[in-house]
């Protein structure tokens, strides 16, 4: 018995040394030192023994649950930390590593332009008033004084919709009426600012959508005089304290008189250069003094009130302040082109 004994101690230290991981070391843990384990089952069968050997028997048994148990935990402790070792060299986590920084977003170049205007308007006293992008006939056309077949309709390539009246809006001027209906009688000092949409084709210098800011004032004394000097207070602002600014006739059916602002190149200081095709100057906007028709549709009586109005297209203002040839990047999400403003 006693010889048995031996060999199982020895035996199940063989074995405790192959174990080469903790959940291994569990099973051998079960199976010999457990409660229905080897050891164990042999201490039971201590009744079977010659009395007189018991005594020896007993003590051997105990001496070798000690030591396998030890064995166990010196075992136990070394394959924990050979286990340790090997998924922190999985996972390859150091906390004591610099966090990895996180890419940064940035306002897109149009958005940044867009709050400049929003900036150089509300500092003269212009609240900004939305307008929905789909409009009906009525507004984008009609009421701005474009008569149906009106020529003048020709000048912007409308996308329609199922629903007879109802468009995309072509210009931001459709916001006018609107903003002329809500603050009736007060005066109007307002920019509308938002997306465009024409069905044009695409190229270099026009796509099938773009942001426009539309300016209107409305109130008793209003004349063209205001109307030049809040453009040329804008267009210092926008491009640099020395620009000048001239203004051309030209024809909106919603203004009269109508005019287009051009400001000195501020490339060439006026000498002429590539940008300004040697004129020296610069086509910012459109503008003129607001259609008594207009003012009428509005709610305004034109022999009381006057008004001017302008519209200007933030995509033409970055492309020339940053020198960009090419209106189709804004909207191509390429952030080497993103990244650079
Ligand atoms: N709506 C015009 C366009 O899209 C721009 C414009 C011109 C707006 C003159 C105005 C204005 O308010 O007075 O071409």
């Not at 064995?71 to 930390?81: I, N, P, T």
């Not at 990895?100 to 150089?120: A, D, S």
Request: charge should be negative.
């Amino acid at each position: 018995m006693l010889e048995e004994l031996e060999t199982l101690y020895q035996k199940s230290l063989q074995s405790l040394q192959q174990a080469d991981s903790t959940a291994v070391l569990e099973t051998w843990y079960r199976e010999t030192l457990g409660r229905k384990g080897s050891v164990q089952l042999m201490t039971r069968q201590i009744g079977q023994i010659d009395p007189a050997d018991r005594p020896a028997f007993g003590k051997r048994i105990n001496q070798v649950k000690t030591e396998l148990q030890a064995a166990y935990d010196g075992r136990l402790a070394e394959l924990k930390m050979v286990e340790l070792e090997a998924s922190l060299a999985e996972s390859a986590l150091d906390v004591t590593l610099p966090g990895r920084p996180l890419p940064q977003g940035g306002l897109h170049i149009i958005t940044q332009t867009l709050r400049e205007t929003y900036r150089i308007f509300g500092d003269m006293g212009f609240q900004i008033y939305r307008s929905p992008d789909v409009e009906t006939d009525a507004y984008n056309f009609e009421l701005l004084n474009f008569p149906p077949h009106h020529p003048a309709r020709d000048m912007q390539d409308t996308f329609y919709t199922s629903k007879p009246d109802v468009i995309l809006r072509t210009h931001t001027s459709a916001g006018q009426i609107r903003a002329m209906r809500e603050y009736y009688p007060e005066p109007v000092r307002v920019i509308l600012p938002g997306m465009c949409y024409r069905n044009e084709q695409i190229t270099t210098r026009s796509s099938i959508q773009f942001t426009q800011v539309e300016g209107l004032a409305v109130g008793k004394h209003i004349s063209f005089a205001d109307l030049k000097g809040t453009l040329t207070e804008f267009a210092r602002r926008m491009f640099g304290a020395g620009r000048q600014t001239r203004f051309r006739a030209s024809y909106f059916p919603f203004t009269e008189p109508s005019a287009e602002m051009d400001v000195s190149c501020f490339l060439c200081d006026g000498a002429g250069c590539p940008v300004c095709k040697q004129t020296g100057w610069l086509e910012i906007l459109g503008c003129g003094m607001v259609h008594p028709t207009v003012l009428h549709n509005g709610g305004y009586d034109p022999e009381i009130y006057t008004g001017f109005a302008f519209g200007l297209g933030p995509e033409r203002i970055a492309m020339l302040k940053y020198g960009i040839d090419d209106i189709r990047q804004f909207w191509n999400n390429d952030l080497r082109f993103l990244q650079q403003f």
